[in-house]
């Protein structure tokens, strides 16, 4: 590993700890040239599964570009990157599990769209709009009124 600071590769590790999840293990190192210290992360390097889009493409399964959706979907209202975080990670952990070697992008999607349900009203309107492509406004008011009558149900 080398130092951010000087570019040797020598240094020693100082402590280590299992990150909270389990998954992940923190390093802190002292670097034997400039005796400046730093922090690396060490975790198991994973194989997920392909994705089939609608289109039939097939694309890497992405952390990334899952938690840009929900992010985007989520900006300005009260749900915490952490949570959105620990989400991706279940995610990504649980079609790993699966051990299929492609998944479709749908079943991402519903995953997606039902735990924003389960957070956010504002959050799940924004990403099914783009997710399910509304063609005109009537989608769009149809699959809000489905949301206010699930939401009356629950209060009774």
Same mark, same amino acid.
Request: overall charge positive.
């Given at each position: 590993?080398?130092?951010?600071?000087?570019?040797?590769?020598?240094?020693?590790?100082? $402590?280590? %700890?299992?990150?909270?999840?389990?998954?992940?293990?923190? /390093?802190?190192?002292?670097?034997?040239? #400039? +005796? &400046? *210290?730093?922090?690396?992360?060490?975790?198991?390097?994973?194989?997920?599964?392909?994705?089939?889009?609608? $289109?039939? %493409?097939?694309?890497?399964?992405?952390?990334?570009?899952? /938690?840009?959706?929900?992010?985007?979907? #989520? +900006? &300005? *209202?009260?749900?915490?990157?952490?949570?959105?975080?620990?989400?991706?990670?279940?995610?990504?952990?649980?079609?790993?599990?699966?051990?299929?070697?492609?998944?479709?992008?749908?079943?991402?999607?519903?995953?997606?769209?039902?735990?924003?349900?389960?957070?956010?009203?504002?959050?799940?309107?924004?990403?099914?709009?783009?997710?399910?492509?509304?063609?005109?406004?009537?989608?769009?008011?149809?699959?809000?009124?489905?949301?206010?009558?699930?939401?009356?149900?629950?209060?009774?």
């Amino acid at each position: 590993m080398k130092c951010p600071f000087c570019s040797e590769i020598n240094n020693k590790v100082i $402590d280590s %700890r299992l990150g909270k999840d389990g998954r992940m293990i923190r /390093r802190r190192r002292e670097c034997l040239n #400039c +005796q &400046k *210290r730093f922090t690396t992360y060490e975790k198991v390097e994973t194989v997920l599964p392909m994705v089939v889009k609608k $289109d039939g %493409r097939r694309e890497p399964f992405s952390h990334e570009k899952i /938690r840009a959706g929900i992010q985007k979907a #989520c +900006q &300005k *209202r009260p749900i915490s990157i952490n949570k959105i975080d620990d989400f991706v990670d279940t995610l990504g952990q649980l079609f790993q599990e699966s051990g299929h070697r492609e998944i479709n992008g749908s079943d991402i999607g519903e995953k997606v769209i039902e735990k924003l349900k389960e957070w956010d009203d504002v959050a799940y309107v924004r990403f099914a709009s783009v997710y399910r492509q509304f063609k005109d406004i009537n989608e769009f008011m149809s699959e809000l009124k489905e949301l206010l009558d699930e939401r009356k149900g629950e209060d009774k």
